[in-house]
């Protein structure tokens, strides 16, 4: 069995809704889905990362302001059983739920747009992620630290899993990378205004989060983090995939 059809029943979803206000600042004028990294857009760097792992049921929430993205995924997802999501969401933790309610009932991998690896890195994720335990949630993590306000994490490294979160320091810092699996975690009797601020409550309740590092990964926030990562993550060029 390959690994493409081993991946096939898992379910992959991108939070691209973000306004992407400092990318704007530094003169970018697309959505920040559409920002350009080595010559293709950030979108299409997150997909190509599904096709490689045989990913192909797929929910993409996008804001409202983002027709350039709307249109560019209706003429390059063809490939992809695709759920698109036009809608502005209040807060990070309200697009990451709008997206994991539309993929229940399955092992899920979901990536922030602006999230920049090697492809390889991404299945080698899926691949770890699947052998935890059946309830485990999983973060991508990395010692790579180029952010204005990273969320810390404090792993244990005898066996992987993230003992402290949210603190203002750790021994990594997560990469826009988790795994959900296919009987999710409890609903939370309140809401969050922030991603951070829900995987914080999951790993204090007792939640079994378990973090895998990844050791190239590059957070695209400013023209500075495109340039970086176009200089150090090899194959951003080569991996360019029919539509």
Known sequence: MTRASTFSAIRGG??????????????????????????????????????????RQLTVVINEASDD?????????????????????????A????????????PTVITTVDTIMPVDQFETFVVLASRFPDDAVVLGVTDHVDDENPLWVTL??????IRRIGE??????TAGLYWLP????????????????YLGALVAGGQPVY??????????????????????VPGLQREKSEP
């Open 14 to 55: 991108i939070i691209a809704a973000g306004e992407g206000s400092r990318l704007r600042a530094d003169g970018y004028r697309v959505s920040k889905p559409m920002v350009p990294v080595a010559g293709r857009p950030l979108i299409d760097h997150a997909l190509d990362r599904f096709r490689s792992a045989g990913i």
């Open 69 to 93: 993205c709307r249109q560019w995924l209706k003429g390059h997802a063809g490939d992809f059983d695709l759920d698109m999501i036009v809608r502005s969401t209040p807060s990070s933790y």
């Open 95 to 106: 697009t990451f739920r709008l997206v994991a309610d539309r993929l229940i009932d399955a």
């Open 156 to 161: 244990d490294t005898s066996n992987g899993r």
């Open 168 to 173: 203002s320091n750790g021994s990594h810092v």
């Open 182 to 197: 296919a009987k999710r975690p409890a609903a939370p009797a309140k809401d969050f205004g922030r991603l951070r601020d």
């Open 211 to 232: 973090g895998i590092v990844l050791p190239c990964v590059f957070d695209i926030d400013r023209a500075h983090d495109v340039a970086a990562a176009e200089a150090a």
